[in-house]
C-alpha cells in the first residue's frame, strides 16, 4: 500500500504565492513520476505539472514561468511553489505518483486534494 498526503492549500489573494507539499509513503521501493493535477468546479481534472526521477519537468502551458515543480527523493516528497495566482489557478490539486513497491508490483496513486482558493 502507498499513500500520498498533500498540504499547503489555502485562501491567497490574486498575485500571491502558495507552497503544495506532497509526501509518499507505505511500501515504496521506487518512485518514477511525481505531478499535480487539478480539478476546478464543473470541470474535468486536468494536468499541472510532472517531474521525473531524474529531475525532467513538464508544465502545462497555462502555469508556465509561475508555478515550478520539485522533489526531493530522500523524503519522497514533491512540491509544487506557485507563485503570481490568478483566479483561474482556484480548484482541488491533486498529487499523483507512480513507481514499484516492495513487493515489486507497480502502483499508480493519488492523494486526497487541498484546495487553493484565489481571491480576485
Known amino acids: 500500500q502507498v499513500q500520498l498526503v498533500e498540504s499547503g492549500g489555502g485562501l491567497v489573494q490574486a498575485g500571491g504565492s502558495l507552497r503544495l507539499s506532497c509526501a509518499a509513503s507505505?511500501?515504496?521501493?521506487?518512485?518514477?513520476?511525481m505531478g499535480w493535477y487539478r480539478q476546478a468546479p464543473g470541470k474535468q481534472r486536468e494536468f499541472v505539472a510532472v517531474i521525473t526521477a531524474t529531475g525532467s519537468t513538464n508544465y502545462t502551458d497555462s502555469v508556465k514561468g509561475r508555478f515550478t515543480i520539485s522533489r526531493d527523493n530522500a523524503k519522497n516528497t514533491v512540491y509544487l511553489q506557485m507563485n503570481s495566482l490568478k483566479p483561474e489557478d482556484t480548484a482541488v490539486y491533486y498529487c499523483?505518483?507512480?513507481?514499484?513497491?516492495?513487493?515489486?508490483?507497480?502502483?499508480?496513486?493519488w492523494g486526497q486534494g487541498t484546495q487553493v482558493t484565489v481571491s480576485s
Open positions: 499523483n505518483a507512480d513507481g514499484r513497491t516492495t513487493w515489486g508490483t507497480l502502483y499508480d496513486y
Open positions: 507505505g511500501s515504496i521501493f521506487s518512485i518514477n513520476d
